[in-house]
């Protein structure tokens, strides 16, 4: 969802306002924010790095956090705390996913987040997923809250798939 239909979803009328002005000059900074925080944390600068999570929840359709990590471009040592989370799956989708950590994900941190999937398909509260070359190996899933409910008997809270190894998943609910 862009910041100009967040605001349209609020009431207001098409067009500049006052506090579209006020949203748009912290958007312009965010980047730059994002990067001095990743360099006093010593962490990995992130490449996206503006959302808008309308009271502290993220609701979009098929996903609601995806990391995707690419040979030579490992997604490591982010955190996700803490989080609201309700996904729900489009109508003719193969998958629907609250947080999905997919190939060459390493040394993250997934906790206290409180994640509702709805689909009509196969639906992950949490799923990571390596292949053979990027695999996804030592994370920290720990006292999340996850819901999956769907139309069909496939509904998985946390699921590993193949190359994954080495992760620490303990207190989810």
Not at 73 to 91: E, F, S, Y
Not at 111 to 117: E, K, Q, W
Not at 126 to 132: A, C, K, M, T
Not at 139 to 148: F, H, P, Q
Request: glycine residues 10%.
């Amino acid at each position: 969802m862009g910041i100009h239909e967040w605001i349209l979803t609020r009431g207001k009328k098409y067009g500049p306002d006052q506090e579209l002005e006020e949203y748009l000059k912290i958007y312009a900074t965010s980047t730059k924010i994002a990067h001095e925080y990743a360099e006093k944390w010593e962490i990995t600068k992130p490449v996206k790095t503006r959302a808008i999570a309308p009271n502290g929840t993220i609701g979009i359709n098929n996903f609601g956090i995806y990391f995707l990590g690419a040979a030579g471009t490992p997604v490591n040592n982010n955190t996700i705390d803490n989080n609201t989370i309700q996904t729900n799956c489009l109508a003719g989708s193969s998958a629907c996913h609250g947080i999905y950590l997919r190939r060459l994900i390493n040394f993250n941190n997934v906790t206290r987040n409180n994640i509702s999937v709805v689909g009509t398909t196969t639906n992950y509260g949490i799923f990571l997923e390596g292949n053979s070359d990027l695999a996804v190996n030592s994370n920290l899933v720990s006292s999340n809250i996850i819901r999956t409910s769907g139309n069909l008997s496939s509904n998985y809270g946390i699921y590993l798939s193949a190359n994954v190894s080495g992760n620490y998943i303990r207190g989810n609910d």
